[in-house]
């Protein structure tokens, strides 16, 4: 558990589960570790603006073309973020890392410092990497990196922080994001292999894929697991369906998919490009499709939180918001469009009032990026990342049809 060194800095990092990253578990050509959730929030936030800004900026890089498009995304200004604990040396020592697949370099010592060992080399290569919300430089280096018991990558290449911002609470980022978002932040290298990549090249597993079981934040059973190589057949409760990544831009840029999405059965937003995003909590969608789902639900805008309220008859009364994406239809119960009423105060909402989290995306239909599947729709469906087939995949978990929230 972390609690922010500095009160006035007032980042609580609120610790949904306080169960440790469990031992890696490999599976057939693939590599599995456990996470935790938590709520990383300052105050009273306005969630939705928090989400707005993220996919601006997202939309700025992408028309200024794909390298411009290629900074870094990270979690470190998401609501609810991920950490797992990793060793890195021999003997290890374990830090406590961000998993951010918005970015790609793997780096520590934002607050624990490093401690060299038999495995460390220093490359003499200089790194820096800038988040938009924070940046950290420094010295790289290649290290073991023990991502869990039984799982070690030989030689990672890792930035030694030796200054950060931004990071209280973490010792830094296990990236997990594509490559190329390493380019340029090294010194002498066009870009770095990542953790992923790694595990590809030694063999540890067959498919540059990452499987990601977000659970609940308010379920009892609050860790999630990634998966390195593929999906977890253990955690689904369908097959995994892939889609391609769109053509679309600015969606392109990232992992874009084409999908409709339907209100109790009526459309709200016709086939379009968006994003699947890990870093940002909501669901977005256009503004245009946002506006009929505000009058169907009879959501009236909370100021504080920038979200939906709606009552508790409308809530009886709310239908399932479901997104075809390729052949398969994947619904949000009314239970999964509300934010989880125990976290309300977390938020700076008022306990008992049920806000809903879908939001308003700041832009009509036809922008080339026109939702997000955030947080609010992963944690209820299982996704698959996949870099070698260019697809990305869902499925349905044990927590689709969860109650609570
Ligand atoms: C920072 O690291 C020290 C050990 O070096 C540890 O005792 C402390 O709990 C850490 N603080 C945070 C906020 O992680
Ligand atoms: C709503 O979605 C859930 C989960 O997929 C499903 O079980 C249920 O039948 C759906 N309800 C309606 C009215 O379609």
């Given amino acids: 558990m972390v609690f922010p060194s500095k009160a006035f800095l007032s980042i609580f990092f609120v610790v949904l589960s306080s169960a440790d990253a469990s031992p890696l578990r490999p599976v057939a050509g693939k590599a599995t570790l456990s996470f935790a959730a938590r709520l990383n929030v300052r105050g009273a936030v306005n969630i939705a603006a928090a989400d ?20 870094s995304f990270s979690v470190t200004n998401a609501i609810v973020v991920y950490t797992a604990q990793v060793g890195v040396g021999s003997p290890a020592t374990e830090y406590t890392l961000l998993i951010d697949t918005g970015s790609s370099n793997t780096w520590l010592g934002a607050n624990a410092s490093y401690s060299p060992t038999s495995t460390s080399v220093d490359t003499g290569s200089t790194v820096a990497v800038s988040y938009g919300s924070g940046s950290f430089s420094g010295e790289e280096y290649t290290d073991t990196v023990h991502l869990s018991t039984g799982l070690v990558i030989s030689e990672q290449s890792i930035g030694v922080a030796s200054s950060s911002q931004g990071f209280e609470g973490v010792d830094g980022i296990l990236g997990v994001g594509p490559t190329d978002l390493t380019e340029n932040t090294v010194s002498n290298f066009d870009v770095v292999p990542t953790v992923t990549d790694n595990l590809y090249s030694q063999g540890v597993i067959g498919t540059r894929a990452l499987g990601i079981y977000f659970v609940p934040a308010a379920a009892p059973d609050s860790i999630g697991e990634l998966t390195f190589g593929g999906h977890d057949s253990l955690k689904i409760t369908s097959p995994v369906t892939y889609v391609p990544l769109t053509t679309t831009l600015p969606a392109s840029n990232y992992w874009g998919i084409d999908q409709s999405i339907s209100y109790g059965g009526s459309t709200i937003l016709s086939e379009t490009a968006g994003i699947v995003d890990t870093g940002t909590t909501l669901v977005l969608i256009a503004s245009n499709a946002f506006s009929t789902y505000q009058t169907a639900t009879g959501g009236v805008l909370d100021e504080t939180t920038g979200l939906l309220k709606i009552t508790s008859s409308q809530y009886a009364k709310l239908q399932n918001l479901t997104f075809k994406i390729g052949d398969r239809a994947y619904d949000l119960t009314p239970n999964a469009q509300i934010w989880p009423r125990t976290l ?37 469906h299982y996704s698959v990342f996949d870099t070698t087939n260019s697809q990305v995949g869902f499925a349905t978990t044990i927590h689709t049809d969860d109650r609570s929230n």
Wanted: without cysteine.
């Fill in 52 to 71: 707005r800004a993220r996919v601006q900026a997202m939309k700025q890089a992408g028309s200024m073309g794909k390298r411009a498009a290629k900074s």
């Fill in 344 to 380: 309300n105060t977390n938020l700076g909402g008022i306990s008992g009032v049920i806000y809903l989290i879908v939001a308003d995306i700041g832009s009509n239909s036809g922008s080339g990026l026109d939702f997000i599947n955030g947080y609010a729709f992963l944690q209820r």
